[in-house]
């Protein structure tokens, strides 16, 4: 590992057990093996250091949502395949999702606007097969559909261990579908 990956691996267990506001640079080099200084030869600042831990993880889903739009064979389809895509990128990574979640506002204008872009376009593709299924629903409908949908999705992350994992994402497909299509 190089030292840069060090960084990010400590710094990406950190954010997720402490949040953003949270973890301090020092924190971060000694995770890491070096000195909070040394983050700095790496990374100007801790709000990049962030950017750095999370851009992995949503270029990944909007990656995979580019797939889904190409394969789905119907909107249902497409439907179902997002909502899988979504829990599932919840459930395999719940603490650096719930901090994502949590800490997008410390985020740099730069950050939101490029955050921002892959929610819109998650957002259109949801609205957009939600109302092919749901004909006659408005968009205004379809969107408060979908953003209800993600606040159920990303609730997720915040909840314990109490449930198998299997369990717990046959109840947030099942859910995540009724507030869609409900």
Known sequence: MTRRE???AAAAELFAERGYAGTGIDAIGEAAGITGGGVYRHFPSKLDVFRAV???????????????????????????????NLVDAV???????????????HLDVEGRTWFDRIHALHTEEFVRNLRAVR??????????????????????AEFEDTLPREELRRMLVGVGLDVLLC
Not at 91 to 104: I, K, N
Not at 145 to 151: D, K, N
């Open 6 to 8: 060090r960084i990010l």
């Open 54 to 84: 999370l851009e992995p993880m949503v270029r990944h889903r909007a990656g995979r949502l580019a797939a889904i739009v190409e394969e789905a064979r119907s909107p249902q389809d497409a439907l179902r395949l997002m909502v899988d």
């Open 91 to 105: 459930l395999d990574d719940r603490s650096m999702t719930g901090a994502l979640w949590r800490e997008l506002r």
């Open 135 to 156: 004909r006659g629903l408005s968009k205004a409908e379809a969107e408060a559909r979908t953003q209800a949908f993600f606040g159920v999705g990303f609730s997720a």
